[in-house]
């Protein structure tokens, strides 16, 4: 549709148009028709074609419609299940590749030296960085909200020692190293919710490689610094721990330390590999 406006106070008495585009310009065929009364504007209608609308700018009537999401839609007084509902954690790590290894091949010119400076092969290690690994031994962490209940502290003793053993519950079965992390790597794991703590773990050095590691339960706190020396005598692996681990309990302040005993795994060449957890364990 097209306007045609005569404007008001013009010398000439001289209208617009406008159009749909709405670009104004005179409209000189306008003067003739005037009837000299230039204190009102007259307002002039033509029909003209419509224009096409590409298809780009129409609208379906679907894209017209609303969308509200679900969980806007259902009832707000309902409980949310995605709230109260919990993470499904896995129970086990996947299997371990059945590839034969000729470990004589790469392992008989490092008899001797340490296991950091010694090349393994990536199917010799686990899918676990060591910050994971030294995490699972809290996995019978129940042992120490149980001591933290304990008045008596010769009970008390009981379930920490309880505690400092059941971290070798899984070198059992489990013989695969662990993958070195780099130099300031970090992981975070927040059990909070359903077992009461949560803790990081971060690689403090890379040569030799250290790491630390700083845990809060609700009635403990634990924390350690853990590196080790390494003795490969061909037959064997041994493992030296070295570094301190720390227990303190918030309602009595007790305050316990003890270091790890030596990891052996055998049958490094020939044979089924097997660990051994030897030596003494002192807790103070």
């Known amino acids: 549709r097209e306007l045609t406006v005569a404007l008001p106070h013009s010398p000439s008495d001289m209208m ?46 679907s894209q017209d419609k609303i969308r509200v999401p679900k969980s806007i839609s259902s009832d707000s007084h309902g409980s949310d299940s995605s709230l109260t509902s919990r993470r499904k954690r896995r129970k086990r790590i996947a299997d371990k590749p059945n590839i034969s290894l000729n470990l004589w091949s790469f392992m008989k010119n490092a008899i001797g030296k340490e296991l950091s400076k010694i090349p393994m092969p990536v199917n010799f290690n686990e899918p676990l960085s060591m910050l994971q690994r030294i995490m699972e031994e809290m996995e019978y962490s129940e042992l120490l909200d149980q001591a933290a209940k304990c008045s008596d502290s010769a009970e008390q003793m009981v379930w920490v020692a309880a505690f400092t053993v059941s971290a070798y519950a899984t070198t059992l079965f489990r013989v695969g190293k662990p993958f070195n992390p780099l130099l300031g790597e970090t992981f975070e794991f927040d059990r909070m919710e359903d077992l009461g703590w949560k803790g990081i773990s971060e690689q403090v050095s890379h040569h030799p490689p250290m790491l630390a590691m ?9 924390w350690q610094e853990f590196t080790m020396t390494t003795k490969f005598r061909g037959r064997y692996l041994q493992i030296i721990p070295m570094g301190i681990a720390h227990l303190k309990f918030h309602k009595s302040g007790h305050h316990y330390t003890w270091r790890k005993v030596t990891t052996t795994v055998n049958n490094i060449i020939v ?10 364990m002192d807790i103070t």
């Open 16 to 61: 617009h148009r406008r159009t749909d585009s709405m670009e104004s310009y005179p409209d000189v065929s306008s003067e003739s028709e005037s009837d000299g009364s230039s204190n009102e504007a007259r307002v002039y209608t033509t029909k003209t074609s419509p224009k096409k609308v590409s298809k780009e700018h129409q609208r379906t009537a």
């Open 214 to 222: 700083h845990i809060d339960g609700r009635e403990w706190t634990t």
């Open 271 to 280: 044979g089924k590999l097997w660990v051994d957890n030897h030596g003494e």
